[in-house]
């Protein structure tokens, strides 16, 4: 499973508050059986996001919101169809992070 792609939510009880996953793992870790993942939420769950830390993205068409503040590890079962490719955002993704685990 590639970092930064985007997965559908697998899991129908949590589908409509976080309707996809994005994969944040590196591909040089694999981890058995889970992986880590930075929720995407709609803009309007978002509320006011902090850009640097709440940064948005196009994701097959629709406009979501990183919820990094809220980034888990999940079973690989929650992870449904990739829906996109956000390598593009690499660094939007990444300084989200730094906010998040640095202040910065």
């Avoid at 899991?11 to 994969?23: E, F, G, V």
Wanted: hydrophobic share 50%; proline share 7%.
């Amino acid at each position: 499973m590639r970092q930064f792609i985007v997965y559908a939510n697998a899991d129908t009880a949590s589908r409509k508050l976080i309707p996809c996953w994005l994969n944040v793992q590196s591909d040089l870790i694999d981890t058995a059986g889970s992986r880590v993942v930075a929720p995407l939420i709609t803009p309007a769950q978002a509320r006011v996001p902090m850009r640097h830390l709440m940064p948005e993205f196009t994701v097959a068409g629709k406009r979501l919101v990183m919820d990094t503040a809220q980034i888990t590890s999940v079973p690989l079962q929650m992870l449904g169809k990739p829906l996109d490719d956000l390598s593009h955002e690499r660094f939007a993704i990444m300084a989200a992070i730094d906010m998040l685990t640095h202040g910065i």
